[in-house]
């Protein structure tokens, strides 16, 4: 949970809404909306990971808003 309680983290102080959880696979999957300063910020930690991470790719789409509100993590 570690990475994503960090994206949570830093999602809330950027104002950022949206979601991530684990896949089957090991990887995770997160949504982010907002600002698109914030949104940014948010890829960038994606790329960088939390300390002891290990992260290998970010593949990163544009989808249309949902009006998501909050973060929250699964």
Known sequence: ?????TLRRA???????????N???GTVEAVFEGDRE???AMVRLCEEGPRGASVD????????PEG???FRVS
Do not use: K, P, Y
């Not at 949970?1 to 309680?5: G, L, Q």
């Not at 790719?57 to 249309?64: I, K, L, Q, S, T």
């Open 11 to 21: 999602a809330r102080s950027r104002g950022v809404a949206g979601w991530a959880r």
């Open 1 to 5: 949970m570690f990475f994503r309680d």
């Open 68 to 70: 998501l509100d909050g």
């Open 38 to 40: 914030g949104v940014d």
């Open 23 to 25: 896949n089957s696979d």
């Open 57 to 64: 790719r970010v593949d990163v789409a544009e989808e249309e």
